[in-house]
């Protein structure tokens, strides 16, 4: 099945109402037509890097009786994604520039995000990133990734990624300690929703939407991710963004995959 962070927070993005929505990667020369079509399909313009020497990324998803996922990941083409994979045009007329915290965990993968983003944040764009992975977040180092994302104007990660960065136990608290850091934070609690922080204090709280037959939790936080920047870029505030994720999120957990449902 298709999938990808990236790829996935902007299908859900459209699905939430955006209309012009593109994604920047690097796909291996064996799929990186069908992953271009299937982007297409979910209306994504692709611009997508083609490598003639690495697969395109794989990720095997474990999924339990209880809809939780674990991954099993070869990262393969997306982490060779290279500054000539960028240009500073791919920003004209942008509203705002998502960045995966996958790009950050790699060298050559690392030097192009922190190029889209210093170019993004000279020409006035705003800049969010998602920290993806606690584990690779712990190898990388908290205080290592905070020096990257410096300059980024939302940050969205998970309860167990606030923990891992500001080392507080409360996702709360985690979420208020960041936003000394970041103008705006969101931070997802799975089953209890999210909160959104601002200037050092808790600013909303989203309780999770009710889901009766939860099928797989894959793509839940891409979701959410998606959702919250679609309200967002459509003049919600941070609360509202984040209830708008809140919804998207649970739509997720209905369909397997980390995709929305084709329609």
């Known amino acids: 099945m298709p999938g990808g962070a990236g790829a996935n927070v902007a299908c859900w993005a459209v699905r939430s109402g955006c209309r012009d929505v593109a994604l920047v990667a690097r796909a291996g020369a064996e799929s990186a037509d069908w992953h271009r079509e299937a982007l297409e399909r979910a209306g994504v313009r692709a611009l997508l890097a083609v490598d003639p020497e690495v697969a395109t990324a794989t990720v095997i998803a474990l999924v339990d009786a209880a809809a939780e996922r674990t991954f099993l990941t070869d990262s393969g083409a997306v982490l060779r994604l290279a500054t000539e994979d960028f240009a500073p045009s791919m920003l004209d007329g942008v509203g705002r520039l998502h960045l ?4 950050l965990f790699a060298a050559a993968s690392r030097a192009t995000a922190l190029l889209a983003l210093r170019t993004a944040v000279e020409r006035g764009v705003p800049v969010s990133v998602d920290p993806a992975s606690a584990g690779f977040l712990a190898e990388l180092g908290p205080k290592r990734f905070l020096e990257l994302a410096d300059g980024a ?3 969205l990660p998970n309860a167990d990624e606030a923990r891992l960065l500001t080392g507080l136990p409360e996702p709360e608290e ?12 969101a931070v997802t609690l799975g089953e209890r929703g999210a909160v959104v922080a601002a200037g050092g204090v808790v600013t909303g709280r989203v309780r999770a939407r009710p889901v009766l037959d939860p099928v797989d939790s894959t793509g839940a936080g891409d979701a959410f991710t998606g959702g919250f ?4 870029l459509a003049g919600a505030d941070d609360e509202a963004a984040a209830a708008e994720g809140c919804r998207a999120g649970a739509e997720a957990v209905t369909t397997v995959g980390g995709r929305p ?3």
């Open 100 to 103: 995966s915290g996958y790009l």
């Open 153 to 155: 104007e939302l940050l």
């Open 174 to 185: 985690a979420a208020a300690e960041l936003s000394r850091t970041f103008p705006r934070v």
């Open 229 to 232: 920047l679609a309200a967002l």
């Open 261 to 263: 449902p084709r329609p």
